[in-house]
Protein backbone atom coordinates (compact mmCIF):
# COMPACT_ATOMS: atom_id res chain seq x y z
CA UNK A 1 0.00 0.00 0.00
CA UNK A 2 1.13 3.45 -0.84
CA UNK A 3 1.74 5.83 1.98
CA UNK A 4 1.66 9.43 1.10
CA UNK A 5 2.86 12.54 3.07
CA UNK A 6 2.76 15.65 2.66
CA UNK A 7 5.90 18.11 2.53
CA UNK A 8 6.49 21.88 3.10
CA UNK A 9 8.59 23.98 4.34
CA UNK A 10 10.14 23.49 8.02
CA UNK A 11 8.40 20.34 7.69
CA UNK A 12 11.26 17.33 9.00
CA UNK A 13 9.81 15.55 5.86
CA UNK A 14 11.42 17.85 3.47
CA UNK A 15 15.45 18.26 4.47
CA UNK A 16 16.91 16.59 7.70
CA UNK A 17 19.34 19.49 9.24
CA UNK A 18 22.76 18.37 9.28
CA UNK A 19 25.25 18.08 12.10
CA UNK A 20 27.31 21.10 13.22
CA UNK A 21 30.28 20.78 11.93
CA UNK A 22 29.79 18.13 9.68
CA UNK A 23 31.24 18.09 5.71
CA UNK A 24 28.79 18.82 3.82
CA UNK A 25 28.32 18.29 -0.30
CA UNK A 26 29.06 21.83 -1.36
CA UNK A 27 32.51 22.04 0.65
CA UNK A 28 33.44 18.57 -1.31
CA UNK A 29 32.22 20.47 -4.75
CA UNK A 30 34.01 23.49 -4.14
CA UNK A 31 37.31 21.34 -2.90
CA UNK A 32 37.13 19.24 -5.86
CA UNK A 33 36.30 22.53 -8.35
CA UNK A 34 32.75 20.73 -9.50
CA UNK A 35 29.41 21.37 -9.30
CA UNK A 36 27.46 19.86 -6.45
CA UNK A 37 25.28 17.17 -9.08
CA UNK A 38 28.79 15.95 -10.51
CA UNK A 39 29.96 14.84 -6.62
CA UNK A 40 26.44 13.12 -6.45
CA UNK A 41 27.12 10.98 -9.62
CA UNK A 42 30.56 10.34 -8.63
CA UNK A 43 28.97 9.09 -5.07
CA UNK A 44 26.37 6.93 -6.68
CA UNK A 45 28.78 5.56 -9.11
CA UNK A 46 27.34 6.80 -12.35
CA UNK A 47 29.62 6.48 -16.04
CA UNK A 48 28.78 10.12 -16.84
CA UNK A 49 31.80 11.17 -14.97
CA UNK A 50 35.11 11.36 -16.06
CA UNK A 51 38.38 9.49 -14.42
CA UNK A 52 39.52 12.47 -13.37
CA UNK A 53 36.65 14.20 -11.89
CA UNK A 54 36.22 10.78 -10.00
CA UNK A 55 39.26 10.70 -8.52
CA UNK A 56 39.49 14.85 -8.07
CA UNK A 57 35.88 14.52 -5.74
CA UNK A 58 37.40 11.16 -4.34
CA UNK A 59 40.13 13.20 -2.78
CA UNK A 60 38.20 15.82 -1.56
CA UNK A 61 35.94 13.18 0.32
CA UNK A 62 39.02 11.83 1.80
CA UNK A 63 40.18 14.99 2.81
CA UNK A 64 37.30 16.54 4.23
CA UNK A 65 36.20 13.42 5.48
CA UNK A 66 32.57 13.45 4.30
CA UNK A 67 30.14 10.60 4.71
CA UNK A 68 27.41 11.29 2.27
CA UNK A 69 23.83 10.58 3.57
CA UNK A 70 22.63 6.82 2.76
CA UNK A 71 26.01 5.95 1.80
CA UNK A 72 25.92 2.83 2.32
CA UNK A 73 22.76 1.87 0.69
CA UNK A 74 24.42 3.40 -2.39
CA UNK A 75 27.21 1.56 -2.38
CA UNK A 76 24.90 -1.47 -2.23
CA UNK A 77 22.96 -0.25 -5.04
CA UNK A 78 19.79 -0.55 -3.32
CA UNK A 79 16.74 1.30 -3.28
CA UNK A 80 14.79 3.78 -0.92
CA UNK A 81 12.02 2.65 -2.38
CA UNK A 82 10.37 6.08 -2.20
CA UNK A 83 9.36 8.57 -5.46
CA UNK A 84 8.67 11.84 -4.61
CA UNK A 85 5.69 13.63 -6.64
CA UNK A 86 6.13 17.38 -6.48
CA UNK A 87 3.80 19.97 -6.98
CA UNK A 88 4.51 23.92 -6.63
CA UNK A 89 1.31 24.51 -5.34
CA UNK A 90 0.05 26.05 -2.11
CA UNK A 91 -2.57 23.62 0.19
CA UNK A 92 -5.34 25.42 -0.67
CA UNK A 93 -5.46 24.96 -4.83
CA UNK A 94 -3.61 21.46 -4.13
CA UNK A 95 -7.01 20.30 -2.48
CA UNK A 96 -9.38 22.61 -3.94
CA UNK A 97 -8.43 21.34 -7.49
CA UNK A 98 -9.88 18.16 -8.54
CA UNK A 99 -6.67 18.02 -11.38
CA UNK A 100 -4.54 17.24 -8.65
CA UNK A 101 -6.20 15.43 -7.00
CA UNK A 102 -7.35 12.90 -9.99
CA UNK A 103 -3.69 12.74 -10.63
CA UNK A 104 -2.52 11.63 -7.66
CA UNK A 105 -5.13 9.25 -7.45
CA UNK A 106 -3.49 7.90 -10.88
CA UNK A 107 0.47 8.28 -9.88
CA UNK A 108 -0.96 6.46 -6.55
CA UNK A 109 -2.28 3.65 -7.87
CA UNK A 110 0.73 2.65 -10.13
CA UNK A 111 2.64 2.84 -7.40
CA UNK A 112 0.92 0.63 -5.14
CA UNK A 113 1.07 -2.06 -7.09
CA UNK A 114 5.01 -1.56 -7.49
CA UNK A 115 4.93 -1.30 -3.87
CA UNK A 116 6.71 1.76 -3.67
CA UNK A 117 6.32 4.87 -1.18
CA UNK A 118 4.95 7.96 -2.77
CA UNK A 119 6.12 11.45 -0.73
CA UNK A 120 3.94 14.30 -1.65
CA UNK A 121 6.13 17.63 -1.96
CA UNK A 122 4.71 21.09 -2.20
CA UNK A 123 7.58 23.61 -3.54
CA UNK A 124 6.56 27.13 -3.43
CA UNK A 125 9.49 29.01 -2.66
CA UNK A 126 13.14 29.49 -3.89
CA UNK A 127 14.05 28.84 -0.59
CA UNK A 128 11.87 25.64 -0.30
CA UNK A 129 13.28 24.68 -4.26
CA UNK A 130 16.44 24.66 -2.68
CA UNK A 131 16.16 22.33 0.32
CA UNK A 132 14.21 20.37 -1.50
CA UNK A 133 17.55 20.11 -3.79
CA UNK A 134 19.37 19.33 -1.01
CA UNK A 135 16.69 16.18 0.30
CA UNK A 136 17.16 15.08 -3.10
CA UNK A 137 20.95 15.39 -3.40
CA UNK A 138 21.30 13.23 -0.43
CA UNK A 139 19.62 10.22 -2.52
CA UNK A 140 16.63 10.03 -0.11
CA UNK A 141 14.34 9.13 -3.02
CA UNK A 142 14.28 6.70 -6.60
CA UNK A 143 12.99 9.16 -8.92
CA UNK A 144 10.59 12.49 -8.98
CA UNK A 145 7.56 13.21 -11.10
CA UNK A 146 6.80 16.98 -11.80
CA UNK A 147 3.32 18.57 -12.11
CA UNK A 148 2.41 22.08 -12.43
CA UNK A 149 5.73 22.81 -13.78
CA UNK A 150 6.09 26.62 -14.99
CA UNK A 151 8.21 27.52 -17.96
CA UNK A 152 10.93 29.31 -16.08
CA UNK A 153 11.12 26.61 -13.25
CA UNK A 154 14.88 24.74 -13.40
CA UNK A 155 13.78 22.14 -10.70
CA UNK A 156 13.54 19.46 -13.86
CA UNK A 157 17.07 20.11 -14.60
CA UNK A 158 18.19 20.44 -11.18
CA UNK A 159 17.12 16.99 -11.05
CA UNK A 160 18.64 15.98 -13.76
CA UNK A 161 21.79 16.79 -12.93
CA UNK A 162 21.86 14.96 -9.77
CA UNK A 163 21.69 11.84 -11.76
CA UNK A 164 18.13 11.12 -10.78
CA UNK A 165 15.32 9.46 -12.99
CA UNK A 166 12.36 12.52 -13.35
CA UNK A 167 8.81 12.31 -15.45
CA UNK A 168 7.41 15.42 -15.74
CA UNK A 169 2.95 15.91 -15.96
CA UNK A 170 2.92 18.36 -19.08
CA UNK A 171 5.98 20.23 -20.53
CA UNK A 172 8.36 24.04 -20.37
CA UNK A 173 7.94 24.12 -23.96
CA UNK A 174 7.27 22.35 -27.05
CA UNK A 175 10.59 21.13 -27.79
CA UNK A 176 10.82 19.53 -23.87
CA UNK A 177 14.07 17.82 -23.00
CA UNK A 178 12.90 15.94 -19.58
CA UNK A 179 10.77 13.42 -20.32
CA UNK A 180 7.31 14.06 -19.83
CA UNK A 181 3.10 12.69 -20.30
CA UNK A 182 1.05 15.47 -22.05
CA UNK A 183 -2.70 15.62 -22.92
CA UNK A 184 -3.63 17.31 -26.88
CA UNK A 185 -4.06 20.63 -25.06
CA UNK A 186 -4.31 22.16 -28.89
CA UNK A 187 -6.79 19.50 -29.93
CA UNK A 188 -8.82 20.55 -26.86
CA UNK A 189 -8.85 24.27 -27.72
CA UNK A 190 -10.02 23.37 -31.50
CA UNK A 191 -12.56 21.13 -30.27
CA UNK A 192 -13.96 23.69 -27.58
CA UNK A 193 -13.94 26.49 -30.26
CA UNK A 194 -15.57 23.32 -33.20
CA UNK A 195 -18.30 22.78 -30.68
CA UNK A 196 -19.44 26.63 -30.44
CA UNK A 197 -19.45 27.38 -33.83
CA UNK A 198 -21.54 24.63 -35.07
CA UNK A 199 -24.27 26.22 -31.96
CA UNK A 200 -23.84 29.54 -34.21
CA UNK A 201 -21.50 31.54 -31.51
CA UNK A 202 -19.34 34.04 -33.75
CA UNK A 203 -18.13 36.24 -30.93
CA UNK A 204 -16.36 33.40 -29.03
CA UNK A 205 -13.80 34.59 -26.58
CA UNK A 206 -11.02 32.92 -24.20
CA UNK A 207 -10.40 32.81 -20.76
CA UNK A 208 -6.58 31.44 -21.20
CA UNK A 209 -4.29 29.93 -18.22
CA UNK A 210 -0.84 31.81 -17.52
CA UNK A 211 1.06 32.01 -20.11
CA UNK A 212 4.30 31.53 -18.63
CA UNK A 213 2.74 27.62 -18.56
CA UNK A 214 3.09 25.63 -22.06
CA UNK A 215 -0.36 24.10 -21.26
CA UNK A 216 -1.92 27.71 -21.21
CA UNK A 217 -0.12 28.55 -24.44
CA UNK A 218 -1.40 25.25 -26.42
CA UNK A 219 -5.05 25.99 -25.26
CA UNK A 220 -4.70 29.45 -26.44
CA UNK A 221 -2.61 28.41 -30.00
CA UNK A 222 -5.67 25.49 -30.17
CA UNK A 223 -8.89 28.37 -29.80
CA UNK A 224 -6.77 30.78 -32.37
CA UNK A 225 -6.68 27.63 -34.85
CA UNK A 226 -10.43 26.67 -33.98
CA UNK A 227 -11.35 30.43 -34.95
CA UNK A 228 -8.86 30.29 -38.57
CA UNK A 229 -10.22 26.86 -39.15
CA UNK A 230 -13.80 28.56 -39.27
CA UNK A 231 -13.14 31.24 -41.26
CA UNK A 232 -13.28 34.29 -37.89
CA UNK A 233 -10.95 36.84 -37.62
CA UNK A 234 -9.05 36.73 -34.38
CA UNK A 235 -9.80 39.85 -31.67
CA UNK A 236 -7.42 40.15 -28.84
CA UNK A 237 -10.22 42.23 -27.17
CA UNK A 238 -11.40 38.94 -26.66
CA UNK A 239 -8.63 37.28 -24.92
CA UNK A 240 -8.28 37.33 -20.73
CA UNK A 241 -5.86 35.88 -19.14
CA UNK A 242 -6.68 33.85 -16.56
CA UNK A 243 -4.51 31.55 -13.41
CA UNK A 244 -6.22 28.22 -13.93
CA UNK A 245 -8.34 29.51 -10.23
CA UNK A 246 -12.20 30.10 -9.82
CA UNK A 247 -11.14 33.66 -8.85
CA UNK A 248 -8.90 34.53 -12.13
CA UNK A 249 -11.59 33.49 -14.11
CA UNK A 250 -14.08 35.66 -12.46
CA UNK A 251 -11.61 38.48 -13.31
CA UNK A 252 -10.76 37.71 -16.63
CA UNK A 253 -14.92 37.18 -17.75
CA UNK A 254 -15.29 40.37 -16.08
CA UNK A 255 -12.89 41.93 -17.80
CA UNK A 256 -14.18 40.13 -21.09
CA UNK A 257 -17.40 41.90 -20.81
CA UNK A 258 -16.22 45.54 -20.33
CA UNK A 259 -14.05 44.53 -23.12
CA UNK A 260 -16.28 43.20 -25.62
CA UNK A 261 -20.05 43.11 -24.30
CA UNK A 262 -21.21 41.65 -27.27
CA UNK A 263 -19.06 38.59 -26.99
CA UNK A 264 -21.52 35.38 -27.01
CA UNK A 265 -19.63 32.41 -25.83
CA UNK A 266 -16.17 31.51 -23.69
CA UNK A 267 -14.02 29.07 -23.96
CA UNK A 268 -11.91 28.56 -20.62
CA UNK A 269 -9.02 26.73 -20.44
CA UNK A 270 -10.47 24.61 -17.11
CA UNK A 271 -13.53 23.93 -15.36
CA UNK A 272 -12.48 25.84 -12.49
CA UNK A 273 -11.95 29.12 -14.42
CA UNK A 274 -15.31 27.76 -15.89
CA UNK A 275 -16.86 28.14 -12.73
CA UNK A 276 -16.06 31.77 -12.12
CA UNK A 277 -16.52 32.97 -15.62
CA UNK A 278 -20.33 31.57 -15.22
CA UNK A 279 -20.50 33.36 -12.04
CA UNK A 280 -19.11 36.65 -13.61
CA UNK A 281 -21.72 36.30 -16.54
CA UNK A 282 -24.77 35.59 -13.98
CA UNK A 283 -23.36 38.82 -12.15
CA UNK A 284 -23.89 40.33 -15.27
CA UNK A 285 -27.02 39.00 -16.26
CA UNK A 286 -25.75 36.95 -19.24
CA UNK A 287 -27.94 33.64 -18.61
CA UNK A 288 -25.84 30.16 -19.93
CA UNK A 289 -25.85 29.35 -23.05
CA UNK A 290 -28.72 31.37 -24.15
CA UNK A 291 -26.93 34.72 -24.14
CA UNK A 292 -23.19 33.21 -23.65
CA UNK A 293 -22.32 29.35 -24.30
CA UNK A 294 -19.68 28.39 -22.33
CA UNK A 295 -17.28 25.45 -22.62
CA UNK A 296 -14.42 24.35 -19.87
CA UNK A 297 -11.42 21.70 -20.05
CA UNK A 298 -10.70 18.56 -17.77
CA UNK A 299 -14.58 17.48 -17.29
CA UNK A 300 -14.22 17.20 -13.50
CA UNK A 301 -16.88 16.79 -10.80
CA UNK A 302 -17.30 20.76 -11.33
CA UNK A 303 -18.09 20.16 -14.87
CA UNK A 304 -20.99 18.10 -13.59
CA UNK A 305 -22.38 20.26 -10.75
CA UNK A 306 -22.55 23.03 -12.70
CA UNK A 307 -25.94 25.09 -13.14
CA UNK A 308 -25.99 24.60 -15.95
CA UNK A 309 -23.97 21.30 -16.44
CA UNK A 310 -20.96 22.55 -18.16
CA UNK A 311 -19.90 21.13 -21.85
CA UNK A 312 -15.39 19.88 -20.89
CA UNK A 313 -12.81 18.39 -22.21
CA UNK A 314 -11.91 15.68 -21.12
CA UNK A 315 -8.24 15.28 -20.36
CA UNK A 316 -7.97 11.77 -19.06
CA UNK A 317 -5.99 12.84 -15.65
CA UNK A 318 -5.49 9.88 -13.75
CA UNK A 319 -4.01 8.17 -16.90
CA UNK A 320 -1.44 10.57 -17.21
CA UNK A 321 -0.93 10.39 -13.80
CA UNK A 322 -0.53 5.80 -14.02
CA UNK A 323 1.69 6.94 -17.41
CA UNK A 324 4.10 8.92 -15.44
CA UNK A 325 4.63 6.51 -12.58
CA UNK A 326 4.98 3.89 -15.15
CA UNK A 327 7.72 5.55 -17.02
CA UNK A 328 9.33 6.87 -13.95
CA UNK A 329 9.31 3.12 -12.91
CA UNK A 330 10.78 2.11 -15.69
CA UNK A 331 13.74 4.41 -16.48
CA UNK A 332 14.61 3.33 -12.04
CA UNK A 333 15.19 -0.21 -13.37
CA UNK A 334 16.54 0.70 -16.99
CA UNK A 335 13.84 -0.82 -18.91
CA UNK A 336 12.78 2.52 -20.66
CA UNK A 337 11.81 2.47 -24.32
CA UNK A 338 13.63 5.49 -24.95
CA UNK A 339 10.46 7.91 -26.03
CA UNK A 340 10.46 9.69 -23.15
CA UNK A 341 7.63 11.92 -24.34
CA UNK A 342 3.33 10.50 -24.44
CA UNK A 343 0.69 12.87 -25.08
CA UNK A 344 -2.73 11.21 -24.69
CA UNK A 345 -5.69 12.48 -26.83
CA UNK A 346 -8.88 14.73 -25.23
CA UNK A 347 -12.63 14.23 -25.93
CA UNK A 348 -15.70 16.74 -26.34
CA UNK A 349 -17.98 15.97 -23.23
CA UNK A 350 -21.53 17.88 -24.06
CA UNK A 351 -23.48 19.09 -21.82
CA UNK A 352 -26.27 22.11 -21.44
CA UNK A 353 -24.07 25.12 -20.96
CA UNK A 354 -23.10 24.63 -25.05
Known amino acids: MVSCALSYEGSSGVVSGRQSGRPTLEQVAARAGV ?25 AVAELGYVPNQAARALAGSRTDAIALVIPEVEARLFAEPYFLDLIRGVSAELAVADKQLLLTLVRSEQERQ ?7 AQRVDGVLLASVHGDDPLPDRVRELDLPV ?61 AEAGLAPDEALVSTGDFTEEGGRRAMRLLLDRSPDLDAVFAASDVMAAGARAALREAGRRVPE ?9 SPVARL ?13 EMGRTMARMLLQEIA ?3 DGVGRHVLPTELVVRESC
Open 131 to 137: RFEQYLA
Open 306 to 318: MDPPLTSVRQPIE
Open 35 to 59: GRGTVSRVINGSPRVSEQTRTAVAR
Open 167 to 227: VMNGRRAEAEPVPYVDSDNIGAGRAAVARLVARGRTRIATVTGPLDMYVARARLGGYRAGL
Open 291 to 299: DVALVGVDD
Open 334 to 336: GTS
